[in-house]
Nanobody
Framework: QVQLVESGGGLVQAGDSLRLSCAASGRTFSSYNMGWFRQAPGEERDFVSRIGRSTSATYYADSVKGRFTISRDNAKNTVYLQMNSLKQEDTGVYYC????????????????WGQGTQVTVSS
């Protein structure tokens, strides 16, 4: 079992940057593949980025490629999402998720979820 707590969201203007953090507790953090997802009001939860547990291989949705960077610090049990050049369409609740077995872009592949942190980008 792992518990996930996101932080770092807020209200920013288009073009600004934010860094989200997801702190994990419980089982060994390095055992988990980690993902970031986001959900806008009335929309489905969409994949943003993922990072592998041992190789730290990364993958991004096309919509954020070149603007967002995922990273992890296994010593601090934390995964980060650096978001630059934010756009209005990046607005939503951002969730981190953990999976022991899957390295996937599908939300259903992740066993554990945080409570989310709101990101609002104004024009």
């Amino acid at each position: 079992q792992v518990q996930l707590v996101e932080s770092g969201g807020g209200l920013v203007q288009a073009g600004d940057s934010l860094r989200l953090s997801c702190a994990a507790s419980g089982r060994t953090f390095s055992s988990y593949n980690m993902g970031w997802f986001r959900q806008a009001p009335g929309e489905e939860r969409d994949f943003v980025s993922r990072i592998g547990r041992s190789t730290s291989a990364t993958y991004y949705a096309d919509s954020v490629k070149g603007r967002f960077t995922i990273s992890r610090d296994n010593a601090k049990n934390t995964v980060y999402l650096q978001m630059n050049s934010l756009k209005q369409e990046d607005t939503g609740v951002y969730y981190c998720a953990a999976s022991v077995a899957s390295y996937s872009s599908r939300p259903a592949s992740y066993e554990y979820w945080g409570q989310g942190t709101q990101v609002t980008v104004s024009s």
